[in-house]
Antibody, heavy 124, light 107 residues
């Protein structure tokens, strides 16, 4: 059974940093692209970014709203995905979801499994 | 960036009704579109990908169609567990984008 469990959310002041983790199980983590998606309270879904697999050199993609502030990384030996968030703004307040990507083929990279999410609140 | 719009934003329907939600893309995206269902307090779930392919385990009352810039999600006979918010998403280009959602609630 595929499981994705996020942790690390909490309350942080504007300008602060936070690191989210996602523990994956039930599939071969190292083969997969992995993404982060967020959802502000009462709002829709916003894609945050992606890490590709080793076969694709662990390259990353980011949304413009977080580029330069957020960094996605992974540790395949620990089946874990990370999101390092720096220079946090109040508008970064959201539930952050860890997402498995169905296929690494272009145009087939749908989001087939989601974690339960972890809430990040940026407030003074 | 590719913008996705959805209509209607809200929909009130009864159990047994046929429901159709439309998603429009700001430019052609071939069939690189997915639909997700999200219930309150839960993570989204993949319903349909490649515009019309049903994800494993999803009931056959859900169907998708379309290509290019206009897509539809149809629920043939609405069930109590289908009251939720539905999002479309494109995987044609970066950044991956979602529609604003359509909330389906009970009439």
């Amino acid at each position: 059974e595929v499981q994705l469990v996020e942790s690390g959310g909490g309350l942080v002041q504007p300008g602060g940093s936070l690191r989210l983790s996602c523990a994956a199980s039930g599939f071969t983590f190292s083969d997969r692209y992995m993404d982060w998606v967020r959802q502000a309270p009462g709002k829709g879904l916003e894609w945050v970014g992606r890490t590709r697999n080793k076969a694709n050199s662990y390259t990353t993609e980011y949304a413009a709203s977080v580029k330069g502030r957020f960094t996605i990384s992974r540790d395949d030996s620990k089946n874990s995905l990370y999101l390092q968030m720096n220079s946090l703004k109040t508008e970064d307040t959201a539930v952050y979801y860890c997402v498995r990507i169905r296929s690494s083929s272009w145009g087939e990279d749908y989001f087939d499994y989601w974690g339960q999410g972890t809430l990040v609140t940026v407030s003074s | 960036d590719i913008q996705l719009s959805q209509s209607p934003p809200f929909l009130s329907a009864s159990v047994g009704d046929r429901v159709t939600i439309t998603c429009r893309a700001s430019q052609g995206i071939s069939s690189y579109l997915a639909w997700y269902q999200q219930k309150p307090g839960k993570a989204p779930e993949l319903l349909i990908y490649a515009a019309s392919t049903l994800q494993s385990g999803v009931p056959s009352r859900f169907s998708g169609s379309g290509s290019g810039t206009e897509f539809t999600l149809t629920i043939s006979s609405l069930q109590p567990e289908d009251f939720a918010t539905y999002y479309c998403q494109q995987v044609f280009s970066y950044p991956r984008t979602f529609g604003p959602g359509t909330k389906v609630d009970i009439k």
